[in-house]
């Protein structure tokens, strides 16, 4: 089977590098800069185009209630659950152009070249695009999936606010995308498997010379928001004595996150504080109100609340030494999820047939597969990027590793879709 899988790597690359031109960021030097917000102009364009290519192969395509885009090829046994592979088209402000899109395009050719070699699956095959799993507009990642898995409440999600108190339910109508989010559900039989391919994200790969990773768990990330409250006033008239700076508590309540997280001695706890809004934003006002987000992951969610537990007792100890209202709201707080031990050996064993060394290895970033694990057995391979480096323009994988990934990726789905 292997020798007939033959992915079309200049096709590939120039999809990449056409999906890249849909972008929102000015271009830079160093890179190739891609803003895809969803719901935005250069989404919305993305979209069209990816259902065009679908349309091409002759792929049926379906659209559910949030935008999550469905793209299948009909197995001999159509009525069997379906494989179904995909990540996502939407990028962070300034990121690069291989985040979520290598999934995306990469799933689409290894389906194409899936067909190119004359198999006809048993079961479906199906690609999934889904929506919104940067969390930059609504405040939390993974919208599509966790709609998909039932994770997220459908009146909860149609009542999240974008920065310009848009909310998701008036936003995703206006772009097209109507009916009650409850539809986007699917039940825990509906897939046979999932499986995504992602760049690493992380340094191991390249670091240590291996062309695939296949991932056996991904960590447990959390999302919280704080609302720091104080006194404002004249920069130059109010006494430094009489202060409540709002701004001057959030930057010890960042440190005091970052101790935290440093504490607990485990590579796999990470914490950021990635947003920081200030009121009024004035240089001559002292900030009266300042509200952080901040994402922490841990692949042990108990050590993870561990490291909240101890940034509250901070908190408490600011609230009192700086005479300040600090409130905490719990965004997201998801579990870790296992790749199905089944799928990872299916991924071995085409490894191990076609000569490629691989390492089995953590995803430490988040991706829709956490949310599809609790509906479906689920694995995801990895390809290298270099130095590491993700959510930036110069966020970069060889050709060669791409290819390799999704010829894997294809291996694998035909294995799953004649079970
Ligand atoms: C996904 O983009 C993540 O932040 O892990
Ligand atoms: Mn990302
Ligand atoms: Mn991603």
Redesign the pocket.
């Known amino acids: 089977m292997a020798e007939q899988i033959q992915i079309n790597q200049p096709q590939l690359m120039s999809e990449l590098q056409t999906l890249a031109t849909f972008t929102g960021a000015e271009p830079v030097t160093d890179g190739t800069a891609v803003t895809r917000i969803v719901f935005s102009f250069d989404d919305l364009r993305a979209r069209a185009w990816l259902k065009e290519l679908a349309a091409t192969e002759g792929f049926q395509v379906r659209v559910d209630a949030v935008g999550n885009i469905f793209i299948r090829w009909a197995g001999t046994e159509p009525q069997l659950p379906a494989v179904a592979t995909g990540?996502?088209t939407d990028a962070i402000p300034h990121a690069g152009m291989y985040?979520?899109t290598v999934?995306v395009l990469g799933g689409l050719e290894a389906m194409r070249a899936l067909k190119r070699s004359g198999l006809r699956p048993r079961r479906s095959i199906e690609l999934i695009m889904f929506t919104s799993?940067?969390p930059t507009r609504f405040g939390i990642g993974c919208l599509g999936s966790r709609l998909i898995s039932g994770i997220l409440d459908p009146i909860r999600a149609d009542a999240l606010q974008d920065k310009d108190e848009a909310t998701l339910a008036t936003v995703r109508t206006a772009a097209g995308f109507a009916g009650s989010l409850s539809s986007a559900q699917l039940p825990p039989n509906h897939y046979h498997a999932w499986i995504e391919l992602?760049i690493e994200?992380g340094p191991l790969l390249e670091r240590e010379g291996i062309p695939l990773g296949i991932v056996t768990s991904i960590a447990a990330p959390a999302g919280y928001r704080f609302t720091i409250t104080g006194l404002g006033g004249h920069a130059g008239a109010l006494l430094m004595p009489d202060r409540k700076d709002a701004l001057c508590a959030a930057a010890e309540l960042i440190l005091a996150i970052e101790k935290h997280a440093l504490a607990t001695g485990a590579i796999d706890t990470v914490a950021t504080v990635g947003t920081c809004d200030v009121h009024p934003g004035a240089v001559n006002s002292v900030p009266s109100r300042v509200v952080l987000q901040l994402d922490i992951r841990d692949t042990d969610p108990d050590r993870r609340e561990s490291v909240m537990q101890a940034v509250r007792r901070d908190c408490e100890e600011l609230r009192h030494r700086r005479k300040v209202e600090i409130t905490e709201e719990l965004v997201n707080a998801d579990a870790p999820a296992q790749s199905s031990p089944h799928i990872v050996e299916l991924l071995e064993e085409v490894c191990a047939a076609q000569h490629i060394p691989y390492k089995k290895m953590v995803s430490r970033?988040y991706?829709d597969s956490l949310f599809m694990a609790r509906i479906a057995p689920i694995a995801m391979i990895f390809i290298p990027c270099r130095n590491g480096v993700s959510h930036r323009p110069d966020e970069y994988a060889t050709p060669a590793d791409t290819t390799l990934g999704v010829r894997v990726l294809a291996s694998v789905l035909a294995k799953l879709a004649s079970e």
């Open positions: 990540s996502h985040d979520g999934g799993e940067e992602h994200q970033a991706h």
